[in-house]
């Protein structure tokens, strides 16, 4: 049961590139999220998706995009990457049913420097 | 929106020792989660409990929705339950958002 995968766990990249990282869960979840956590705020949620072509926007989505044409996966892409989006970048998915709606399950986190 | 406060910010514990920490909400919520960061930065899932009392090994956890806290308690500490623990709650209101609180520091020291 592999669960919630991201990858790369670790990114360094230079101001104004392009960079995506990967969420990819096993579960079959309906719901899908995207976390930032930096020291002094906490985690902040960036996008979330309920389903298969189906995105909004959390708290702090400005400088990010968010696809997502399958179920299982929803990366998360930074068009142009700044300084201030270096950060650890959490994938969450959700599980639903009568006795569990609405347990999150979180990735093991991804890393990115922005030089 | 919905304001979680975690007490206390940090905990030092010697081995062996029992601790509990509190989680405060402001409104009413449909899921609530405890989280340990341990320090590889894993979030790992601890209770999902809106309500009510679970136990699982030396941890246990109590939500009193309609007073609006949770109380996780560790037992018998151990260097390994060293991490931040998060508590994290959605309003009824408050559609898909997951708000967390700002974590309780344990430091187990041998």
């Known amino acids: 049961d592999a669960g919630i995968t991201q990858s790369p766990r670790y990114k360094i990249t230079e101001t104004g590139r392009q960079v995506t990282l990967m969420c990819h869960q096993t579960w079959s979840h309906s719901y899908m999220f995207w976390y930032r956590q930096d020291l002094g705020h906490g985690l902040r949620l960036i996008y979330y998706s309920a389903a298969a072509d189906i995105t909004d926007k959390g708290e702090v989505p400005d400088g990010y995009v968010v ?7 929803f990366p998360l892409t930074l068009e142009s990457a700044t300084r201030s989006q270096t950060s650890v970048y959490f ?12 347990e999150l399950f979180f990735g093991e986190g991804s890393r990115l420097t922005v030089l | 929106g919905i304001q979680v406060e975690q007490s206390p910010p940090d905990l030092i514990l010697q081995e062996g020792a029992n601790s509990t920490l509190r989680c405060n909400f402001s409104d009413s919520v449909n899921n609530l989660q405890w989280f340990h ?8 899932n601890l209770f999902y409990i ?7 090994g030396r941890l246990s956890a109590t ?3 309609t007073e609006r806290y949770s109380l996780l308690y560790i037992s018998s500490s151990q260097t390994t339950d060293s991490g931040v623990y998060f508590c994290a709650v959605r309003a009824k209101a408050a559609g898909n958002k997951l708000t967390f609180g700002g974590g309780t520091r344990v430091l187990v020291k041998p």
């Open chain 1, 67 to 73: 696809s997502r044409s399958k179920t299982e996966n």
């Open chain 1, 91 to 102: 994938c969450a998915s959700r599980r639903e049913g009568a006795l569990w709606a609405g």
């Open chain 2, 37 to 44: 960061q341990n320090p590889w930065g894993q979030l790992i």
């Open chain 2, 50 to 56: 809106p309500s009510g009392t679970k136990q699982n």
């Open chain 2, 63 to 65: 939500t009193v929705a």
